[in-house]
């Protein structure tokens, strides 16, 4: 290859890893992040609630509320999460674009593939049953990391903690264990689906999200050094 095809190429991979070219692709690569970890999360709690184990304390209360009103599963999730937003928002914290989307991809996603899994026994073993709420729970957490990589917006329980915790002076931390067990409570006293996997996940949900997002993180910053890498090189 002659020179000048070398310098024009160059100038093809420069003009892709700077200026607007490059903004496009971080924006596509956020909003890929956000729907691809959205997708993860409704699979995988729909793959606990197929287990029958038990969900997480909000996916409990969100059971009792379907239980309740018969609504289908998406309009069961949408009414409790964009409740959720809501206070949030009358509490003071304005709820981000993703936050108002993840739902709209969460909801869908659960009724579907639990529709599928329902065409399928669930473990009958309890052992098989821990290893594919553990698995399930590790999935949420990377789902999640990847939509907190993403920046588009906090989710429903995030940002009703972080509202609360501002106007009651309390640590976020503290806010939220009140609130799953709220949600934990009012779950089962209207019905909603609880068991072994419930303590599961209380347990573990908090290192999974950290975990998953910490995997998330790195795999971007690995991407980022090996586009500039690339870009140096031509």
């Given at each position: 290859m002659s020179s000048r095809a070398w310098s024009r190429a160059g100038a093809v991979a420069q003009v892709l890893a700077t200026g607007t070219p490059r903004r496009i692709?971080?924006?596509t690569s956020r909003f890929a992040l956000f729907a691809g970890g959205s997708v993860l999360?409704?699979?995988a709690v729909a793959v606990m609630l197929w287990n029958q184990l038990g969900p997480?304390?909000?996916d409990v209360f969100i059971g009792a509320v379907r239980s309740r009103t018969g609504l289908p599963l998406t309009l069961a999730v949408w009414s409790t999460v964009f409740?959720?937003?809501?206070v949030a928002w009358l509490l003071g914290r304005r709820p981000g674009w993703g936050s108002v989307a993840g739902p709209v991809v969460v909801g869908p996603v659960m009724q579907l593939v639990l529709a599928q899994l329902d065409e399928v026994p669930p473990p009958s073993t309890l052992v098989f049953r821990i290893v594919v709420q553990l698995v399930a729970i590790a999935a949420v957490g990377i789902g999640a990391g990847a939509t907190i990589a993403?920046?588009?917006?906090?989710?429903?329980?995030?940002?009703?903690?972080?509202?609360a915790s501002d106007r009651s002076g309390h640590?976020?931390?503290r806010v939220?264990?009140?609130?799953?067990?709220?949600w934990l409570v009012l779950g089962v006293a209207l019905g909603g689906p609880i068991g072994l996997g419930t303590v599961i996940v209380a347990l573990s949900i908090g290192p999974a999200v950290a975990s998953g997002y910490r995997l998330v993180d790195a795999a971007m910053a690995h991407s980022?050094?090996?586009?500039?890498?690339?870009a140096v090189r031509v």
């Open positions: 692709m971080a924006r999360i409704g699979a997480g304390p909000l409740s959720l937003l809501g993403s920046g588009l917006g906090a989710g429903s329980g995030e940002l009703l903690a972080a509202a640590s976020e931390p939220r264990v009140a609130f799953e067990l709220s980022r050094r090996q586009l500039s890498l690339a």
